[in-house]
Structure formats: C-alpha cells, structure tokens
C-alpha cells in the first residue's frame, strides 16, 4: 500500500533563517506531488505542484521553492523565512487524476 | 477556473442529531468533487468524492452527499452525529482529467455536543 511521510512534525525557526521540509512517497511510482500551506482558521492553499522529477509548478509568488530530485520526493525549500511563513505544511500526492492523499502535516512557527 | 464555497465556517450539532454541511461549487467544465476530514495536527482524509457516475456518493464513517447539477451544490451530510464527528471538513473541486488544478473551500469545523 502507499504511504507518504513528512518531516519534521514541527519545526520552530527565527525569522531570516532558512527552511527545508521533505516529503517522501512509497508504493507508488510517477506520482504527481503537491505541496500546500494551511493558514490559522483558512483553507488549504496550493503552493507547488509537480509532475515529474525537476518539473515544478508555482502557484503563487512568495520566498519558497520547491524540489524534486527523486521521483517519490518533494522538497520546500525557503533561504530566509518570514514570520508570514508560519503556518501547517502538508505534501500530497495523486495518481491518475483522481484522489490527492495527504501526508500527516508539519506546523512550522516562525518566530 | 474552478472554486467552491463552504457556508458556515462553524456548525454545532447534538450528538445523534443530523449533520449536513454545505458546499457550492463553480467550475466551467465537467466537475470533480471531494469531501475531506482533518482531525487536529493532522493531515486531511478522503470522505468520499464525486467523478461523474451515481450523483448520490457514499462514504466513509456513514457520510454521503448528492451532486446536484442545477444547484451548483455537493452537501455533506450524516443522519445521526458521533462524538468522533468533531473535526474539520474540507470540500474541493476539480476539473475532469486534470486535478493538478485542485480547490479548496475554507472548511467548516463542526462541534458535536453530548
């Protein structure tokens, strides 16, 4: 069966310090890959996309980026984090059109 | 472009009462649709989505909902609520054949009183 991890859980990171959370899939193979950020009290916000390795979409223009050097991994990357960054960060990933399956989050609090 | 609203950002309801959350949804094309649950600190789970076979979609934990075309609507709902209802519900949009264009709506937390 699939399964997708993310790390870390939580992450606590002064403002101006950089960022670098993973995602990483198993039992599947060309997944498409999905990162979003969950605000306090909003929905979920699409940040990045990717179809297949090194290919990345952007959703909006902000200090992240992300990566995928492997095919079942996902990387967000931020040089420097700004106190707007904070927030809950999940992976997701999709085959098919269908469904996205969620990893379990990682809240990160920039301070 | 797709885009779905969620009406009521909090619903309460007694245990054992009906539960029915709201959801309208815009697209231009043919619709994919999607009822997640997110327990705290955690990720979102799939309910039970809508891919354009029986209107009437069942799911899990005994939650179903009805594509209605001419209403633009795709409410969740449960005849009879349980303690471990108590989470947040996400629905979400899609447009047939490419869901890399996924939407959110900005969820309804509902509470379940004893």
């Not at chain 1, 090194?54 to 700004?82: M, T, Y």
């Not at chain 2, 955690?42 to 009805?66: C, D, H, M, P, R």
């Not at chain 2, 108590?86 to 379940?112: H, I, K, P, Q, W």
Request: aromatic share 12%.
């Amino acid at each position: 069966s699939q399964t997708i991890h993310q790390w870390p859980a939580t992450l606590v990171q002064p403002v101006g310090s950089p960022l670098s959370l993973e995602c990483t899939v198993e039992g599947t193979s060309n997944p498409n890959l999905y990162w979003y950020r969950q605000a306090a009290g909003r929905g979920l916000q699409l940040l990045f996309y990717s179809v297949g390795i090194g290919q990345i979409s952007s959703e909006v223009p902000q200090n992240l980026s992300a990566s995928r050097p492997q095919d079942r991994q996902f990387i967000l990357s931020s040089k420097k984090l700004l106190l707007s960054d904070s927030g809950f960060y999940l992976c997701a990933w999709s085959v098919y059109n269908n469904e996205q399956f969620f990893g379990p989050g990682t809240r990160l609090t920039v301070l | 472009a797709q885009s779905v609203t969620q009406l009521g950002s909090h619903v309460s309801v007694s245990e054992g009462a009906l539960v029915l959350l709201r959801c309208n949804y815009s697209s231009s094309v043919p619709p994919y649709l999607f009822w997640y649950v997110q327990y705290p600190n955690q990720g979102l789970q799939l309910l039970l989505k809508y891919t354009s076979a029986a209107t009437l979609v069942k799911g899990i934990n005994g939650f179903e909902a009805e594509f209605k075309k001419s209403e633009t609507s795709f409410h969740l709902t449960k005849p009879s609520a349980h303690m471990s209802d108590a989470a947040e519900y996400f629905c979400a949009v899609s447009a047939f054949l490419n869901n890399n264009d996924m939407r959110f709506g900005a969820g309804t937390r509902l509470t379940v009183k004893p």
